[in-house]
């Protein structure tokens, strides 16, 4: 099943509605042979580079440990795939789309339907203040963490800290999180948990079998971090640059949070090929149901698009600096700007004793 853009605004015009739908509706269309030369691209060489490794370890292990480093870029790229199979386009075939999905969600450590629920409820909340916590990064406003408690303030500034942020989270996600069904998981979800779960085990006996039992071990974490590391660096990128937009009930938009509240992250060729073309996160957010590999001929050929900010690869670096949202300058801020909402209270405190 496709996804359609949720949620559609409805303080625009009937005649604005229309204008960026007719211009997504154009490039919507998914195509077989794309997205079988993307997967042979992207698998080939994944499950090349994991023979090369087995070769490697029986001379020195520290060979195969390059080559697990290039595997995490192609778990990065694998996982487009995978996204895009559960957005329903990535192929014209639903039922194409579901078993390229599961399979690749296997590779991916991610089980296939209950991602594809949770990314969902991502997709309709996204940029929405009152609607945070499902799908995206833990983002407090000023006024939230000034309020909260010494524990949960401490549990923020651990959340949010780069090193358990870009390592240790995407690991716990990956290994722990998706090896079980959610609270609130119906019987499809629950049996996709169960289904990945025995794909990861049929594929750890494999390529146990390959390089051995400890090698595996090491090398399939390695490849994890890195293609973790990196993949929750682009989705933190995409919703936590300068610039971005967030608003509250009923002033939240469905395009506005799209184009505005989602990054054109301009990376370097190469980079751009191996995250799939998931840089341009303003097309997608705007319609999921525009494949990876026509994102970018939908921004250069469309002139909505190409009107919007582009963040650099080292202009996003300053991304690491921002920790909460500040709802009186619209803007996200770092710990630093508390001191200039704490003091105004101070004073103000003093002069009414």
Not at 28 to 36: L, R, T
Not at 286 to 293: H, V
């Amino acid at each position: 099943m496709r996804t359609q853009p949720a949620l559609e605004p409805e303080n625009k015009s009937s005649h604005a509605r229309a204008a960026w739908r007719d211009i997504v509706s154009k490039y919507q269309k998914p195509a077989i042979w794309p997205g079988v030369w993307q997967i042979v691209n992207t698998l080939v060489p994944y499950a090349a580079l994991w023979y090369l490794m087995s070769l490697a370890v029986h001379v020195s292990f520290w060979l195969a440990v390059p080559l697990a480093i290039l595997a995490g870029g192609f778990v990065i790229r694998t996982f487009i795939i995978f996204h895009d199979c559960g957005h329903g386009s990535f192929f014209p075939s639903r039922k194409a789309n579901d078993i390229v999905g599961f399979i690749t969600g296997v590779l991916t450590f991610t089980p296939y339907r209950q991602w594809t629920r949770e990314h969902a409820i991502h997709h309709a909340t996204s940029g929405d203040l009152d609607r945070r916590g499902r799908g995206d990064v833990w983002t407090l406003t000023v006024q939230e963490y000034l309020e909260a408690s010494r524990w949960k303030r401490f549990a923020y500034r651990l959340a949010r800290n780069p090193f358990i942020l870009f390592c240790i989270a995407p690991v716990f996600l990956f290994l722990i999180r998706h090896r079980f069904a959610g609270a609130d998981a119906g019987p499809r979800e629950r049996r996709s948990v169960a289904w990945t779960n025995l794909g990861l085990l049929l594929l750890a006996i494999g390529l146990s079998s390959l390089v051995g039992l400890k090698a595996y071990v090491v090398l399939q974490l390695i490849v994890l971090m890195v293609g973790g590391a990196a993949g929750m660096w682009l989705f933190y990128v995409q919703h936590q640059f300068e610039d971005v937009h967030w608003q509250h009930q009923p002033e939240w938009d469905y395009a506005d949070a799209a184009l505005q509240g989602s990054s054109f992250y301009k990376l370097p060729k190469i980079l751009q090929w191996f995250s799939g073309n998931i840089g341009f996160h303003h097309i997608h957010h705007l319609s999921p149901n525009i494949p990876n590999y026509r994102l970018e001929k939908c921004h250069r050929s469309e002139p909505l698009f190409r009107a919007v900010k582009a963040v650099t690869f080292f202009s996003s670096l300053k991304s690491l600096t921002f920790r909460l949202w500040d709802e009186q300058r619209q803007k996200l801020v770092g710990y630093r700007a508390l001191r200039l909402a704490v003091i105004p209270k101070q004073n103000a405190a003093k002069r009414r004793r």
